[in-house]
């Protein structure tokens, strides 16, 4: 796939409705791209995809190599060439937006995918709990979800803007992932400040590839619920 499209798998509200048995092989997602983030079946904690490398972090557990025949029920990826890049010292997740102007504004309805590469004084992630049982909501896995907090922490931070207008297909607002440079630990990232360096594109086209299964169909998958969605990823 060409440099900067969004090549996506299912869509966010499914997983809110605890949709995730199934999905797209690794190696079908890497070919449509070398920077995203994504879940794995069941939940099961959280996948970064960084220089085409796939990570997967189980609660509690050490990572996993995402094996190329492995599904993932979710998954945003996208063939990452940066078109903007700024140095930046005590970068906040609050201060991203400043940091990513003029992008945000300008391009505020538009996707954007970030990598940011330095040392985190300060960085807090989430590793969702995997489902006890299927179609159990998210809402409910972010009960006991595993909240991470590091100082000092080299590593990556990958993933995208997505405009107010798609929350239902994704995280509206930043949903970034982490990996430390180790490739010891990673999740979802809830805040960080560091020392980094910021890198961006502007998505040219947004694909979304929807779920064939029994499961995606089996009862009216609703849009965003900005409540439910807060609370399950962090806003
Ligand atoms: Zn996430």
Redesign the pocket.
């Known amino acids: 796939m060409a440099t900067n499209n969004i090549y996506q798998y299912s869509i966010l509200s499914a997983l809110l409705d605890g949709i995730c048995q199934t999905g797209t092989a690794l190696k079908d997602a890497l070919a449509q791209g070398d920077h995203g983030?994504g879940t794995v079946p069941g939940l099961n904690g959280?996948v970064v995809i960084v220089d085409g490398k796939a990570y997967h972090f189980p609660p509690g557990e050490q990572l996993r190599r995402v094996e190329v025949s492995d599904a993932l029920p979710f998954v945003m990826i996208t063939r990452f060439q940066p078109t903007f890049q700024k140095a930046l010292s005590s970068l906040s997740l609050t201060s991203l937006p400043e940091a990513l102007n003029p992008l945000l504004p300008s391009q505020q309805n538009c996707f954007l995918s970030i990598r940011l590469d330095g040392v985190f004084s300060q960085l807090t992630f989430r590793v969702i709990a995997g489902q006890c049982r299927p179609r159990e909501p998210l809402s409910e896995l972010a009960k006991r979800q595993e909240i991470v907090s590091l100082e000092n922490i080299e590593g990556t931070l990958v993933g995208f803007w997505s405009p107010a207008f798609s929350g239902g297909f994704s995280?509206a607002g930043f949903?970034l992932?982490f990996l430390s440079k180790d490739e010891t630990r990673g999740g979802?990232v809830t805040g960080f400040t560091g020392d980094v360096s910021l890198q961006a594109a502007v998505i040219d086209k947004y694909t979304v590839e929807l779920p064939h299964n029994e499961e995606f169909n089996q009862d009216v998958i609703q849009g965003a619920r900005e409540a439910e969605l807060h609370a399950a990823?962090g806003g």
């Open positions: 983030l959280e995280v949903h992932h979802h990823e």
